[in-house]
Protein backbone atom coordinates (compact mmCIF):
# COMPACT_ATOMS: atom_id res chain seq x y z
CA UNK A 1 0.00 0.00 0.00
CA UNK A 2 1.36 3.60 -0.93
CA UNK A 3 -0.72 6.45 0.37
CA UNK A 4 -3.82 4.42 1.46
CA UNK A 5 -3.93 2.36 -2.60
CA UNK A 6 -2.80 -0.95 -2.98
CA UNK A 7 0.02 -0.61 -5.17
CA UNK A 8 1.23 -4.29 -5.74
CA UNK A 9 0.60 -7.79 -4.74
CA UNK A 10 1.76 -11.63 -5.08
CA UNK A 11 0.00 -14.02 -7.21
CA UNK A 12 -0.83 -16.61 -4.43
CA UNK A 13 -1.06 -20.06 -7.21
CA UNK A 14 2.30 -18.45 -9.07
CA UNK A 15 4.05 -16.24 -6.77
CA UNK A 16 4.47 -13.61 -9.44
CA UNK A 17 4.60 -10.00 -8.95
CA UNK A 18 1.47 -8.09 -9.46
CA UNK A 19 1.93 -4.20 -10.48
CA UNK A 20 -1.20 -1.98 -10.17
CA UNK A 21 -2.63 -1.11 -13.70
CA UNK A 22 -6.20 -0.73 -13.10
CA UNK A 23 -7.01 2.68 -14.90
CA UNK A 24 -9.62 4.42 -12.22
CA UNK A 25 -5.93 4.57 -10.30
CA UNK A 26 -4.33 6.87 -13.18
CA UNK A 27 -4.10 9.97 -14.61
CA UNK A 28 -2.50 11.96 -17.47
CA UNK A 29 -3.04 8.94 -19.64
CA UNK A 30 -1.32 9.79 -23.50
CA UNK A 31 -0.34 7.73 -26.28
CA UNK A 32 3.26 6.85 -26.01
CA UNK A 33 4.50 7.50 -29.78
CA UNK A 34 7.22 5.85 -31.15
CA UNK A 35 9.60 4.29 -29.38
CA UNK A 36 12.11 2.33 -31.66
CA UNK A 37 14.41 5.43 -32.46
CA UNK A 38 15.02 5.43 -28.75
CA UNK A 39 15.18 1.51 -28.29
CA UNK A 40 18.06 1.37 -31.27
CA UNK A 41 20.43 3.41 -29.01
CA UNK A 42 20.10 1.20 -25.93
CA UNK A 43 22.89 -1.35 -25.47
CA UNK A 44 22.45 -4.37 -24.10
CA UNK A 45 25.52 -5.59 -21.65
CA UNK A 46 27.20 -8.40 -19.78
CA UNK A 47 27.99 -8.00 -16.77
CA UNK A 48 28.93 -8.88 -13.05
CA UNK A 49 27.41 -7.56 -9.52
CA UNK A 50 30.74 -6.75 -7.58
CA UNK A 51 28.77 -8.17 -4.70
CA UNK A 52 28.46 -11.80 -6.61
CA UNK A 53 31.30 -12.23 -8.94
CA UNK A 54 30.13 -15.88 -9.96
CA UNK A 55 27.06 -14.98 -11.72
CA UNK A 56 27.09 -13.54 -15.19
CA UNK A 57 24.07 -10.75 -15.96
CA UNK A 58 22.58 -9.24 -18.91
CA UNK A 59 20.88 -5.91 -18.75
CA UNK A 60 21.09 -1.91 -19.33
CA UNK A 61 23.46 0.08 -17.41
CA UNK A 62 20.87 2.37 -15.43
CA UNK A 63 23.09 5.34 -16.13
CA UNK A 64 23.13 4.70 -19.98
CA UNK A 65 19.00 4.24 -19.71
CA UNK A 66 18.54 7.11 -17.45
CA UNK A 67 19.37 9.51 -20.50
CA UNK A 68 17.11 7.96 -22.85
CA UNK A 69 14.56 6.60 -20.74
CA UNK A 70 14.76 8.53 -17.54
CA UNK A 71 11.27 7.37 -16.26
CA UNK A 72 12.78 3.46 -15.79
CA UNK A 73 15.54 4.43 -13.67
CA UNK A 74 15.09 5.10 -10.28
CA UNK A 75 17.27 6.69 -7.82
CA UNK A 76 17.35 5.00 -4.26
CA UNK A 77 19.05 6.91 -1.48
CA UNK A 78 21.64 5.19 0.97
CA UNK A 79 20.31 3.61 4.09
CA UNK A 80 23.43 3.58 6.34
CA UNK A 81 26.16 6.19 6.72
CA UNK A 82 29.00 5.42 3.92
CA UNK A 83 26.99 3.55 1.78
CA UNK A 84 26.27 5.68 -1.69
CA UNK A 85 23.12 6.36 -3.63
CA UNK A 86 22.47 3.64 -6.24
CA UNK A 87 20.62 3.72 -9.39
CA UNK A 88 17.62 1.20 -10.25
CA UNK A 89 15.34 -0.24 -13.26
CA UNK A 90 12.02 -0.94 -13.41
CA UNK A 91 12.67 -3.56 -15.87
CA UNK A 92 8.90 -4.15 -16.19
CA UNK A 93 8.75 -0.62 -17.94
CA UNK A 94 10.95 -1.95 -20.64
CA UNK A 95 8.63 -4.63 -21.54
CA UNK A 96 5.98 -2.29 -22.14
CA UNK A 97 8.70 -0.26 -24.52
CA UNK A 98 9.56 -4.04 -26.44
CA UNK A 99 6.06 -4.11 -27.13
CA UNK A 100 5.29 -1.01 -28.53
CA UNK A 101 8.60 -1.47 -30.69
CA UNK A 102 6.86 -4.90 -31.82
CA UNK A 103 3.50 -3.02 -33.13
CA UNK A 104 5.63 -0.29 -35.00
CA UNK A 105 7.79 -3.17 -36.44
CA UNK A 106 4.28 -4.86 -37.18
CA UNK A 107 3.11 -1.88 -38.84
CA UNK A 108 5.86 -1.40 -41.02
CA UNK A 109 5.97 -5.13 -41.91
CA UNK A 110 2.26 -4.82 -43.03
CA UNK A 111 2.75 -1.49 -44.64
CA UNK A 112 5.68 -3.28 -46.66
CA UNK A 113 3.43 -6.60 -47.54
CA UNK A 114 0.95 -4.22 -49.08
CA UNK A 115 3.78 -2.57 -51.26
CA UNK A 116 4.56 -5.54 -52.24
CA UNK A 117 1.16 -6.97 -53.50
CA UNK A 118 0.76 -3.48 -55.45
CA UNK A 119 4.20 -4.50 -57.67
CA UNK A 120 3.61 -8.12 -57.99
CA UNK A 121 -0.25 -7.14 -59.45
CA UNK A 122 1.88 -4.07 -61.60
CA UNK A 123 4.83 -6.94 -62.19
CA UNK A 124 2.36 -9.52 -63.63
CA UNK A 125 0.34 -6.71 -65.85
CA UNK A 126 3.45 -5.80 -67.57
CA UNK A 127 4.33 -9.39 -67.97
CA UNK A 128 0.78 -9.79 -69.77
CA UNK A 129 1.72 -6.93 -71.99
CA UNK A 130 5.05 -7.91 -72.53
CA UNK A 131 3.70 -11.88 -73.90
CA UNK A 132 1.39 -9.84 -75.86
CA UNK A 133 3.92 -7.66 -77.72
CA UNK A 134 5.87 -10.65 -78.71
CA UNK A 135 2.88 -12.80 -79.87
CA UNK A 136 2.86 -9.65 -82.10
CA UNK A 137 6.08 -9.56 -83.30
CA UNK A 138 5.80 -13.79 -83.77
CA UNK A 139 2.75 -12.78 -86.11
CA UNK A 140 4.28 -9.56 -87.93
CA UNK A 141 7.34 -12.25 -88.36
CA UNK A 142 5.03 -14.96 -90.12
CA UNK A 143 2.99 -12.08 -92.18
CA UNK A 144 6.20 -10.67 -93.84
CA UNK A 145 6.58 -13.94 -95.09
CA UNK A 146 5.90 -14.11 -98.43
CA UNK A 147 5.03 -17.37 -99.09
CA UNK A 148 2.72 -17.56 -95.76
CA UNK A 149 0.29 -14.52 -97.20
CA UNK A 150 -1.21 -12.03 -99.62
CA UNK A 151 -0.63 -8.43 -99.13
CA UNK A 152 -4.34 -7.58 -98.62
CA UNK A 153 -4.01 -10.13 -95.41
CA UNK A 154 -0.85 -8.61 -94.57
CA UNK A 155 -2.71 -4.95 -94.53
CA UNK A 156 -5.37 -6.32 -92.62
CA UNK A 157 -3.39 -8.08 -89.97
CA UNK A 158 -0.98 -4.89 -89.62
CA UNK A 159 -4.03 -2.69 -89.00
CA UNK A 160 -5.11 -5.27 -86.35
CA UNK A 161 -1.59 -4.87 -84.64
CA UNK A 162 -1.70 -1.33 -84.32
CA UNK A 163 -4.79 -1.17 -82.67
CA UNK A 164 -3.72 -3.44 -80.07
CA UNK A 165 -0.47 -1.58 -79.52
CA UNK A 166 -2.46 1.67 -78.88
CA UNK A 167 -4.45 -0.59 -76.24
CA UNK A 168 -1.26 -1.66 -74.86
CA UNK A 169 0.30 1.80 -75.28
CA UNK A 170 -2.53 2.74 -72.74
CA UNK A 171 -2.41 0.21 -70.26
CA UNK A 172 1.96 0.67 -70.10
CA UNK A 173 0.73 4.35 -69.20
CA UNK A 174 -1.52 3.37 -66.40
CA UNK A 175 0.92 1.05 -65.28
CA UNK A 176 3.76 4.22 -65.72
CA UNK A 177 0.98 6.25 -63.52
CA UNK A 178 0.79 3.80 -60.54
CA UNK A 179 4.61 3.29 -60.12
CA UNK A 180 5.12 7.04 -59.99
CA UNK A 181 2.57 7.40 -57.53
CA UNK A 182 4.67 4.62 -55.38
Same mark, same amino acid.
Given at each position: YYNGARVSGIDPISGNFLALSDKRMKSN? /?? @?? /?? @?? !?? !??? #? =?KRYR +? /??????? +?????AQDLQ???????IETKARNEGESDVLMVDYNQMTVLAIQAIQEQQMK???? &?? /??EIQNTQLAE? !???????????????? =???????? =? &? =???? +?? #??LEEKLAKQEKRLARIEALMEKK
Amino acid at each position: YYNGARVSGIDPISGNFLALSDKRMKSNI /TS @MG /TV @MP !KL !KQL #K =AKRYR +Y /TSNQDRR +YNGFLAQDLQEIFPEVVIETKARNEGESDVLMVDYNQMTVLAIQAIQEQQMKIDEQ &AR /TIEIQNTQLAEQ !KQLINGIQSDVQRIER =ANNPISSS =A &A =AKDD +YI #KQLEEKLAKQEKRLARIEALMEKK
